[in-house]
């Protein structure tokens, strides 16, 4: 957050545990070194950090954990390039840089009392699961209502969180879970299809809904208009950009979008920011 004084300065964490999420898609657990900041951090659902390998540079990368789970962070980190490389080469016990954290949050204060619908596609359910396991955790799941998420990828072995999709989550009270692939396989008995077309297929009341979208350009762009087809409003509709982020504190312009800033003043918007911005995302 903006008045965090740590937030300008890369800090050591530990890497405490890593899962395998795909074969190009791990979830990092960490703690700081400090304990004093891990247990301040302040983070809440929907920010970033910026994750630094000291000597290569720094990435970018959305806190994939609600700060209702523990005194840890989680980044779910796909290997597309040079610093993303090393660090899927990192081990447990390791260590690199965390600073932030950054730019603002979902909206959970406003959709209290509101069902929540989460539309997940391939990797981008990773900035989403934060306000996900928010909303379900046992401080505030009184505070929401019904909480369903659909949810796709290429394959059964491109979904990540198989965990909180299969086991976790669809045992919580009051949560429905859907998953499609684009295509099937032995190992997949569920649905084929692309995740549009399943929302289509659910067809989810706007009554007294946020939904709240994170997925490849291509999906998003297919499944906005199914939400306003449902007759979604813009403003019940959320998503969230993470746009060419580069320094994280709105200076080095690479993130801007007309006026907006994408660190800054996102990542977060609702469909009515989007469309009230050039169309540059």
């Known amino acids: 957050m903006a008045n965090n004084p740590t937030a300008l300065t890369p800090y050591p964490v530990t890497i405490t545990k890593i899962v395998d999420e795909t074969s190009d898609v791990k979830t990092f657990t960490v703690v700081f070194d400090d304990q004093d900041l891990m247990e301040n951090f302040g983070n809440l659902p929907g920010q970033v950090c910026m994750l630094s390998i000291f000597g290569e540079g720094e990435s970018t990368i959305s806190i994939t954990s609600?700060?209702?789970?523990?005194?840890?962070?989680?980044?779910?980190?796909?290997?597309?390039?040079?610093?993303?490389?090393?660090?899927?080469?990192?081990?447990?016990?390791?260590?690199?840089?965390?600073?932030?954290?950054?730019?603002?949050?979902?909206?959970?204060?406003?959709?209290?009392g509101?069902?929540?619908?989460?539309?997940?596609?391939?990797?981008?359910?990773?900035?989403?699961?934060?306000?996900?396991?928010?909303?379900?955790?046992?401080?505030?799941?009184?505070?929401?209502?019904?909480?369903?998420?659909?949810?796709?990828?290429?394959?059964?072995?491109?979904?990540?969180?198989?965990?909180?999709?299969?086991?976790?989550?669809?045992?919580?009270?009051?949560?429905?879970?859907?998953?499609?692939?684009?295509?099937?396989?032995?190992?997949?008995?569920?649905?084929?299809?692309?995740v549009p077309g399943y929302v289509e297929e659910v067809a989810p009341s706007p009554e007294n809904k946020f939904a709240i979208i994170a997925g490849p350009p291509i999906m998003i762009k297919f499944a906005l208009p199914v939400m306003e087809k449902l007759g979604f409003k813009n403003d019940?509709?959320?998503?969230?950009?993470?746009?060419r982020m580069k320094c994280c504190l709105g200076k080095c312009g690479r993130c801007n979008i007309g006026s907006k800033f994408v660190c800054v003043d996102g990542p977060v918007f609702s469909l009515a920011q989007l469309k009230g911005m050039p169309q540059e995302y």
């Open 66 to 112: 609600a700060p209702t789970r523990g005194k840890f962070l989680e980044f779910t980190v796909k290997r597309v390039g040079r610093l993303t490389n090393i660090l899927h080469q990192m081990e447990v016990g390791q260590k690199f840089g965390v600073r932030g954290p950054y730019g603002n949050w979902f909206p959970f204060d406003i959709m209290k």
């Open 236 to 243: 019940q509709i959320i998503t969230t950009l993470e746009m």
């Open 114 to 194: 509101k069902d929540l619908f989460f539309v997940g596609g391939g990797f981008a359910l990773a900035p989403i699961r934060s306000l996900i396991d928010y909303a379900l955790s046992d401080q505030h799941r009184s505070e929401y209502g019904k909480v369903e998420i659909l949810y796709g990828s290429r394959s059964y072995e491109d979904l990540c969180f198989k965990g909180d999709l299969f086991e976790r989550w669809p045992g919580l009270s009051n949560t429905a879970v859907y998953t499609t692939v684009d295509r099937g396989g032995d190992n997949w008995q569920g649905r084929v299809g692309h």
